[in-house]
């Protein structure tokens, strides 16, 4: 049984509700709003796709499949004409009455229907053929004569929508019979490939492309020399990811078809891939080390699915196998906790409420993706495990164990035992991780072990200053400067307000146990305050670890219920926590610990952008919040008052009985430190072997026992 059709087969019919016949066309059909923007077209293209496998797969593996074949082909055809007929060389207004194409992103749409057209074969009347090749036709000669090709590293950063721009030409290239044309279309194609996956170093590289220099097609780096991606601001390892997956769909295009796959598409996507797969936990979760600022494991999560599959077809790594076969067990386990057959009903069910828009693009995504996995393991993956069960006694390369990006202020380290990250310059800024290899579930991004300051403002948004950032042997070491800002007040005549500054050091020990946060935060004038919680260590408890975790502390152990229906705090006795047996915090000094339980899912989609729809929405994902200090009601407080100043120990892959052990026979202990801006913890790692961990949270250098620390650093050496 292909896996990928079982986990599909339910959707079409627990979405019909979606799908919409037009009056006097009954032979368009939408799924969606039906309107022209990019959004409603590329929902109904991905739904499109899934229909076209469903439809097409064969005898058997399609078993739990609620919809006849005829009529997931009856859907199917009428979307794609939908889209075919509302495009500006179409005949046809879409559902407000315009059409759509022409754009940056037309082109992403008809790439992901893609495999639906290669699925259908000659069940795609020719009719349809011919108004496809017109519509791609249409787009090739606006991107030829209208678009140009930019790129940049903030600025213009286009590396996903240069890749499929670049496809959507090498495709209609196969449509025109006119040499001229086609050679002018594959020459844009190409200039848009190589630089959609550019770096710094291409524009002065003498690599031969098509009997030209690299540095020739060069226009701009969309990518760090270190493969680093600011793309909407931040350091962004998702769209890594669909900038791979577009990769992968021309690939599997190329391959059906027999085409010769074109100059360019693969350019560094070899060494994108060993960064993603450095982010990519053993069960295929996504380990988004600078955040995300839309819904939590949807979108280009799902797009993983095809870029593993093309890592196994075109560079033949066998870990990505483990990667697909651990994110259908992710995906099988949200289904199993709907039980209507959707993928994302409970924990989207505010979103679908308040922007039905929105819900049916993230099914019809996932829905996408699982169809392109279905559609692609049938073909090839009898090829894929037969390579691979060849190669299984040939040591496999190691993944990347350690990874930094100097702009984002980024450090990524792992290993057998723990995964440890930090980002400055990420989504909600800055956050840092530290889980057990196998706790991926666990993990939460937004401003995660930064602390979390909140004033009277709907937005709080933090300014960073990055004083450190390097990477050592098996770990890392990284201190900053936030300063929180308070904006969109409810009173009219309320202005931005700085409310609060935070100073951070964060050390990653090479022991692949330990990370030490230290944290000292304090008020900024005399501001209203609604949160105040230090070290906010968030762990995720959600459907996809079954809405439990285990806590025990000294003397005490509870089981802590997903989305309990009412806010509580918990204190915790001691000095210690372990949580499902695998992640413990131990304090060394600060506010007593606490875990902080809101009533209903509290991540959301970033209010940075949209506070009162994002309020609307609610959360997707529910996370316990582990606390050193928590007030959550209204106050004030004085000028330059303490807020929280703590510093901790996380050890990752550890049980309660050992933390217990760890906190009894070696805690970490408060250094003290004679300047007052100096913070320091005698930390034990898992070699026995104690540190000093000192940060200077000043302006200034400081000089501990000769040893002069810079501004804003964090230093460890050993003490035994």
Not at 338 to 348: C, E, P, V
């Given at each position: 049984m292909n896996r990928y059709l079982d986990l599909l087969a339910p959707w079409p019919t627990a979405m019909r509700q979606y799908l919409y016949r037009f009056p006097g066309r009954t032979d368009c059909a939408c799924y969606g709003p039906g309107d022209h923007g990019h959004w409603a077209l590329q929902s109904n293209n991905t739904a499109a796709a899934a229909f076209a496998v469903l439809a097409t797969a064969p005898n058997g593996d399609s078993a739990s499949c609620t919809m006849s074949r005829d009529e997931l082909l009856h859907g199917a055809l009428g979307m794609i004409r939908f889209t075919l007929s509302t495009h500006l060389s179409g005949d046809m207004d879409a559902a407000d009455g315009k059409r759509w194409g022409h754009s940056w992103i037309s082109a992403l749409g008809l790439e992901r229907l893609a495999h639906g057209i290669d699925a259908l074969g000659d069940l795609l009347p020719s009719q349809d053929r011919e108004a496809l090749a017109r519509v791609l036709v249409s787009e090739a000669d606006w991107l030829l004569e209208s678009y140009p090709v930019v790129a940049g590293l903030v600025d213009n950063n286009k590396p996903e929508s240069n890749i499929w721009n670049g496809c959507l030409l090498h495709r209609a290239a196969q449509c025109v019979a006119d040499p001229a044309r086609r050679d002018a279309y594959r020459e844009k194609g190409t200039r848009f490939l190589l630089n959609g996956i550019s770096v710094p170093r291409d524009a002065s590289s003498s690599e031969q492309i098509v009997g030209r220099a690299l540095s020739d097609w060069h226009v701009g780096a969309n990518l760090f020399d270190d493969m680093g991606c600011d793309h909407h601001g931040y350091q962004n390892i998702g769209y890594m990811v669909i900038c791979l997956s577009n990769i992968a769909m021309l690939n599997f295009s190329c391959k059906a078809q027999g085409w010769e796959a074109p100059a360019g598409l693969y350019h560094h996507a070899r060494e994108l891939w060993e960064v993603v797969k450095a982010c990519t936990c053993p069960d295929g979760r996504l380990l988004r080390i600078g955040g995300d600022t839309r819904v939590r494991y949807c979108y280009c999560q799902d797009y993983a699915i095809p870029v593993w599959q093309w890592a196994r077809d075109f560079l033949q790594d066998p870990d990505a196998a483990t990667f697909e076969s651990g994110w259908q067990e992710q995906v099988a386990r949200e289904v199993a906790a709907?039980?209507?057959?959707?993928?994302?009903?409970?924990?989207?069910a505010g979103l679908e409420a308040v922007s039905p828009s929105y819900y049916v693009r993230l099914?019809?995504?996932?829905?996408?993706?699982?169809?392109?996995?279905?559609?692609?393991?049938?073909?090839?993956?009898?090829?894929?495990?037969?390579?691979?069960?060849?190669?299984?006694?040939?040591?496999?390369?190691?993944?990347?164990?350690?990874?930094?990006?100097?702009?984002?202020?980024?450090?990524?380290?792992?290993?057998?035992?723990?995964?440890?990250?930090?980002?400055?310059?990420?989504?909600?800024?800055?956050?840092?991780?530290?889980?057990?290899?196998?706790?991926?579930?666990?993990?939460?991004?937004?401003?995660?072990?930064?602390?979390?300051?909140?004033?009277?403002?709907?937005?709080?948004?933090?300014?960073?200053?990055?004083?450190?950032?390097?990477?050592?042997?098996?770990?890392?070491?990284?201190?900053?400067?936030?300063?929180?800002?308070?904006?969109?007040?409810?009173?009219?005549?309320?202005?931005?307000?700085?409310?609060?500054?935070?100073?951070?050091?964060?050390?990653?020990?090479?022991?692949?146990?330990?990370?030490?946060?230290?944290?000292?935060?304090?008020?900024?004038?005399?501001?209203?305050?609604?949160?105040?919680?230090?070290?906010?260590?968030?762990?995720?408890?959600?459907?996809?670890?079954?809405?439990?975790?285990?806590?025990?502390?000294?003397?005490?152990?509870?089981?802590?219920?997903?989305?309990?229906?009412?806010?509580?705090?918990?204190?915790?006795?001691?000095?210690?926590?372990?949580?499902?047996?695998?992640?413990?915090?131990?304090?060394?000094?600060?506010?007593?610990?606490?875990?902080?339980?809101?009533?209903?899912?509290?991540?959301?989609?970033?209010?940075?952008?949209?506070?009162?729809?994002?309020?609307?929405?609610?959360?997707?994902?529910?996370?316990?919040?582990?606390?050193?200090?928590?007030?959550?009601?209204?106050?004030?407080?004085?000028?330059?008052?303490?807020?929280?100043?703590?510093?901790?120990?996380?050890?990752?892959?550890?049980?309660?009985?050992?933390?217990?052990?760890?906190?009894?026979?070696?805690?970490?202990?408060?250094?003290?430190?004679?300047?007052?801006?100096?913070?320091?913890?005698?930390?034990?790692?898992?070699?026995?072997?104690?540190?000093?961990?000192?940060?200077?949270?000043?302006?200034?250098?400081?000089?501990?026992?000769?040893?002069?620390?810079?501004?804003?650093?964090?230093?460890?050496?050993?003490?035994?």
């Open positions: 709907n039980g209507d057959g959707r993928f994302l009903s409970t924990r989207l099914e019809g995504d996932r829905a996408c993706t699982l169809s392109m996995g279905a559609s692609w393991q049938q073909r090839y993956g009898a090829e894929w495990a037969a390579r691979e069960v060849e190669g299984a006694s040939e040591p496999r390369s190691a993944p990347v164990t350690l990874w930094s990006s100097a702009f984002h202020g980024s450090c990524l380290a792992r290993g057998a035992q723990r995964m440890a990250s930090w980002t400055w310059r990420a989504a909600e800024a800055p956050q840092g991780l530290c889980l057990p290899a196998d706790g991926s579930a666990m993990a939460e991004w937004q401003q995660n072990l930064a602390g979390r300051v909140l004033g009277m403002g709907r937005i709080n948004t933090p300014t960073c200053t990055v004083g450190q950032c390097e990477t050592f042997t098996g770990g890392f070491a990284t201190c900053g400067h936030i300063v929180v800002t308070s904006k969109v007040h409810v009173s009219e005549g309320d202005s931005d307000t700085d409310i609060a500054a935070i100073d951070l050091a964060c050390v990653a020990l090479s022991d692949d146990r330990t990370v030490v946060v230290l944290q000292r935060a304090r008020a900024l004038d005399r501001p209203y305050l609604r949160e105040v919680k230090g070290l906010f260590l968030q762990v995720g408890n959600d459907v996809f670890n079954g809405g439990k975790r285990c806590v025990a502390w000294e003397g005490s152990s509870h089981e802590l219920e997903s989305v309990p229906g009412v806010t509580e705090t918990l204190p915790v006795t001691g000095d210690w926590l372990s949580i499902d047996e695998g992640l413990s915090v131990v304090r060394g000094y600060g506010p007593p610990l606490a875990i902080h339980r809101p009533a209903d899912r509290q991540v959301c989609i970033s209010p940075n952008h949209s506070p009162v729809q994002t309020r609307d929405a609610g959360g997707n994902l529910y996370v316990e919040e582990i606390c050193c200090g928590c007030m959550t009601h209204v106050h004030a407080r004085d000028p330059n008052a303490e807020l929280f100043d703590l510093g901790v120990v996380l050890l990752a892959g550890v049980s309660a009985a050992d933390t217990a052990v760890y906190a009894r026979t070696c805690p970490p202990v408060p250094l003290d430190m004679e300047h007052p801006y100096l913070r320091g913890l005698r930390v034990t790692d898992a070699n026995g072997i104690a540190h000093a961990v000192i940060a200077n949270f000043s302006d200034a250098p400081c000089e501990v026992d000769g040893r002069s620390i810079e501004p804003y650093h964090v230093v460890l050496f050993p003490l035994d």
